[in-house]
């Protein structure tokens, strides 16, 4: 099961990193392995936690930007991250199965609008605005919550903001790290992790997320619009299934 382990964590974050909704790989094989609800999201916090970090390390340094623009939008993840880790064992499977549908078709229907065009390097949204806070923290304590399909969601917030891919691809990433700390100290603090599945897992996480940093400069808009709506189409039909 440690290399199966392995080559889902390195499959959904690899799909993960550049659209969004790796869970959607890695959360239901590890259902079908036996792993306990409880387990695999926590399996899935920790994974994504390191991935997440060690892609954005990359990002920040490739691009040569400052960390200091992070602290706003992380911290705000970090809370809901917590929030939603804490609130877990008092919410049903099917509860956040609802929420996931509702946000992930708003998600999707977003895809269809044109985003301005004439957003340049130069001029390009360089901090996401406080009216769009509430909607982050939500995405957060999504992730704290369940996990699967925030990082589309995410994606999609800043996207529609102004804000490019590449640049995207770094808020999303440090941001999910955030969200991912805040769950998984909550989750420990429940004793629900396998480290059998969790230490598999994180080690084809971040193998799946430095490929993906490799690949992600070379994609063009209109690759990953058409890579996230199939993403956040096969996750919405994924969860209605389940729902069902």
Known sequence: MMYILILVGFAATFVGTLSGSGGMINFPIMLLLGVPVHSAIAANKFANMFSSFSSFFVLLRRNDTKL??????GSISL????????????????????IALVLL?????????????????????????PRKYPYLFGIGAYDGMFGPGQGTMQMQLFLRNGFT???TLSFTRFNTFLSCTGAVFTYLWAGHYMWGVAIPL??????????????APHL?????????????????????????
């Open 105 to 129: 078709t708003g998600a999707l229907f977003l895809t269809f609008i044109k985003t301005k065009k004439d957003v340049q390097p130069e001029i390009e949204t360089k901090q996401l605005s």
């Open 79 to 98: 809370a809901g991250g917590i929030c939603g880790g804490l609130i877990a064992s008092a919410i049903s499977r099917e509860h956040l199965t609802i």
């Open 165 to 167: 891919y590449i640049r």
């Open 220 to 244: 063009k808009t209109k690759q990953v619009t058409i890579l996230m709506r199939t993403v956040t189409v096969m996750l919405i039909l994924q969860l209605i299934i389940q729902w069902g």
């Open 68 to 73: 200091a623009p992070y602290f706003i939008t």
């Open 202 to 215: 994180t080690i084809g996480s971040i193998c799946g997320a430095q490929a993906a940093i490799k690949l």
